[in-house]
């Protein structure tokens, strides 16, 4: 995409499954990359590996130490570092503030950090990996989805607020990818994600095509679409089919 050739462009949550793949894509079509991860030793090959530079440290806190090494100017951030924080309403508060620290708080530090520079030139591309989670809700994962249900609306107020001043805004909403997070998903995620788990790669393919059409909403699965209409139109229907996933996972010895 021309858009992106030359450009600066930072991804979070580098170091393996989709973020690894966004990374490579942006790097293919040209752009400048720096990676992040908390584990230096997880994006220092890869980072080798596509030309780009390794960021390592809390992704809440690096856009300035990104900013540096890609000449002072990051024209697209893609917020992706997460956690998946399975549970239910007695998680601990420490996994609540957690997921909420990761999910949602490090894309709005990240957002306070790059909006002023991005404000006053009119452009920046903001990429929210959330989650199909995010959009609909998973059993078994009361925090998680919670906080990915937070940063898809995180990301609709940037868009809605300063889409007219050049910001662009995508969330990225997958059902199961083949990463390290579905296999931490247990076994709900076994029995919803891994049916239909795309390769990440497929993940960043569908962020491109969202990018070419100014679209908000990723969907790497098409069918979440129509998922989250009949949410929508019949929140009752949609609430019992969700429990009858509930009551078939609970059956198999969740």
Known sequence: MSAVQGAGVVVTGAGGGIGAALARRFAA???????????????????????????????????????????????????NAGLASPGDAFAGEEVWAAAWDVNVMAHVRAARALLPDWLERG????????????????????????????????????????????????AICPQGVRTDM??????????????????????????????????????????????YRARAQDTDHWLGSMNHLQRKWEETGA
Not at 29 to 42: K, P, Q
Not at 44 to 49: D, F, H
Not at 200 to 208: I, M
């Open 29 to 79: 079509e040209g752009a400048r990359v720096v990676v992040n991860d908390l584990d230096e030793a997880r994006i220092k090959p890869l980072a080798e590996e596509i030309g780009g530079t390794a960021v390592a440290g809390d992704a809440s806190l690096i856009v300035d130490a990104a900013r540096d090494a890609l000449d002072g100017t990051v024209d697209v951030y893609c917020a």
């Open 182 to 227: 579905l296999t931490a998903a247990g076994s709900a995620g076994e029995l919803v994600l891994a049916p239909s788990a795309i390769e990440p790669e497929a993940v960043a393919d569908a962020l491109f095509d969202a990018m070419a059409e100014d679209r908000f909403l990723v969907l790497p699965h098409p069918e979440v679409g129509g998922y």
């Open 123 to 170: 452009s920046g591309r903001f990429v929210s990996t959330a989650s199909a989670a995010g959009l609909l809700t998973m059993i078994g994962a009361a925090p998680y989805s919670v906080t990915k249900h937070g940063v898809v609306a995180f990301a609709e107020w940037l868009s809605l607020t300063y889409r007219h001043r050049g910001i662009k805004v995508h």
